[in-house]
């Protein structure tokens, strides 16, 4: 039928790969990735980024679905990843004005490439 294989071809393929070899990675890369890297192991970067894909939209539905954070360190996160160009702030010119937050291709492009640590996560909750 059509080429697409089943989560469990899918994941059983994945484990037999053999190890990738990352000695052909030049210093360049290296760099790049490890600034990639710490952007999105900031303490909370990754639990904003993943409401954003849940839906969150509004200041409140980000402190509703990351538990824990202030609303400084969640306003400092916003706009980190909004210079990363991640998140992308929109003015909406109401009154009061009202200010909503959506993920942007790169920062969807970033949680698909995520998404096996999600899955990762999820098999190793210990």
């Known amino acids: 039928m059509g080429s697409s ?36 192991g900031r ?27 202030s609303n400084q360190l969640l306003s400092q996160r916003l706009r980190e990843l909004e210079s990363h160009g991640l998140i992308e702030r929109v003015v909406v010119p ?4 009202q200010i909503t937050y959506r993920p942007t291709e790169r920062g969807a492009s970033l949680m698909r490439v995520l998404h096996p640590l999600v899955e990762w996560s999820v098999q190793n909750k210990d």
């Open 5 to 40: 294989r089943s989560t469990d071809e899918s994941s059983a393929a994945d484990q037999r790969r053999p190890d990738i070899d990352y000695a052909h990675i030049d210093d360049d890369v290296c760099r790049s990735f490890q600034r990639s890297v710490e952007i999105v």
């Open 94 to 97: 109401t009154t009061p004005v």
């Open 43 to 69: 303490k909370w970067t990754a639990a904003v980024l993943m409401a954003s894909m849940r839906g969150a939209r509004r200041f409140v539905d980000y402190r509703a679905r990351v538990t824990g954070i």
